[in-house]
């Protein structure tokens, strides 16, 4: 008697999550536009009407491709086409993007915890005068309109420069890039830029006290914040 072969288990077909099919929709709009590097997209409230979207939701989907070198979002201009992406290639580098983003958050839990800890322990002035920088650097660009970009970066550099751990100093440089998209994934969030800047200055006044149990607190409260981004949160649609 014949065997019959056992029919192969179905797996449930993923379904895409909003922002991916705003990426798809900007992409397919890019490409029928005949849009070019240096070509500037729509305003975000018409792009927003056209695709029946929040402009919240659209910003999402903009910093994503922001976050993967498709876009340049600048202030008082707009969102500027860097280059005209393949979709499967970039939907694939969101989904590779959203599923690291936990590994380098861990990371940074780990390192830059300690890394305020021994800042708070081993700062000298110069150390202190450079964090200050930083924070008087971001408020600028946040009261300019912007998102703060540089000046988190600035900060953060300045509490790795003030832990005075060569070691911790270069392990940060590795995960420099990664750390970037979260930087710019979280500041991407509508008030993120003001509440990211509260919470420097927090760990900023820890450092500056030299209460080191106080800026590794401050510090993971700081990650755990920025952590928070809508790109892990993002509801699949229905």
């Known amino acids: 008697m014949e065997r ?4 192969v288990p179905l797996s449930r077909v993923a379904k895409p999550r909003l922002y991916e099919q705003l990426v798809e929709q900007l992409l397919g709009y890019i490409e029928s536009a005949q849009l070019g590097p240096g070509d500037l997209l729509p305003a ?3 792009l927003a ?3 029946g979207v929040s402009r919240a939701t659209l910003a999402q989907a903009l910093v994503a491709l922001e976050v993967l070198g498709v876009i340049d979002v600048q202030h008082g201009t707009g969102a500027v086409l860097v280059h005209r992406p393949n979709v499967a290639a970039v939907i694939k580098g969101l989904r590779e993007h959203r599923s690291r983003l936990p590994d380098v958050v861990e990371a940074r839990s780990t390192l830059e915890v300690k890394l305020a800890e021994l800042a708070a322990l081993r700062r000298t002035e110069d150390d202190l005068a450079a964090i200050d920088r ?3 650097a971001m408020e600028a660009e946040i009261a300019a309109g912007g998102k703060g970009v540089r000046g988190d970066e600035l900060f953060h550099q300045a509490v790795t420069a ?4 060569s070691v911790l100093a270069h392990l940060m440089t590795l995960i420099a890039e990664m750390i ?6 979280s500041l991407g969030q509508p008030g993120r830029p003001e509440q990211s800047l509260a919470s420097h200055r927090k760990i900023a006044a820890a ?3 030299q209460d080191a149990p106080l800026a590794q607190a401050a510090m993971l409260s700081h990650i755990e914040l920025v952590s928070d981004v809508a790109l892990l949160r993002d509801p699949v649609e229905p």
Do not use: M, Q, W
């Open 207 to 209: 450092i500056r006290n």
């Open 44 to 46: 975000e409230r018409d």
């Open 134 to 136: 930083s924070l008087d």
């Open 162 to 165: 003030a832990a005075h751990s």
């Open 180 to 185: 970037l998209e979260t930087r710019l994934e």
């Open 4 to 7: 019959v072969s056992a029919p």
């Open 49 to 51: 009407e056209r695709l």
